[in-house]
């Protein structure tokens, strides 16, 4: 069964960074794709990075593009997501997921989830 722990999340000025990290307990890690997706209070969860198993390609929401960026250490089985320039509406919990197949970015295209973490960005 694969096991996803999250960590990194906190409390951060806006224009502030963090850094979100995911050990994923997955046995052939280097074949699954990983992303992130976050859930804000009163909205439904969405994609806003995820890093491909074949050629380590990052690809982002457009809300976070040029500021998020997402990375994988296969021999560590992690994946890494460094936000920058944070905003306020980056607030909300960040969940680490990953998927052994499908090419889509969607919370319906992954089959395990972690706990999720949470980031608020203050004013």
């Known amino acids: 069964q694969v096991q996803l722990v999250e960590s990194g999340g906190g409390l951060v000025q806006a224009g502030g960074s963090l850094r979100l990290s995911c050990v994923a307990s997955i046995r052939t890690f280097s074949t699954y794709r990983m992303a992130w997706f976050r859930q804000a209070p009163g909205k439904e969860r969405e994609f806003a990075a995820g890093?491909?198993?074949?050629?380590?390609?990052?690809y982002y929401a457009d809300s976070v593009k040029g500021r998020f960026t997402i990375s994988r250490d296969n021999a560590k089985n992690t994946v890494e997501l460094q936000m920058n320039s944070l905003k306020p509406e980056d607030t909300a919990v960040y969940y680490c997921a990953t998927a052994r197949a499908g090419s889509a970015w969607l919370p319906t295209s992954f089959t395990s989830w972690g706990q999720g973490t949470q980031v608020t960005v203050s004013s």
């Open positions: 890093i491909t198993w074949h050629d380590n390609k990052g």
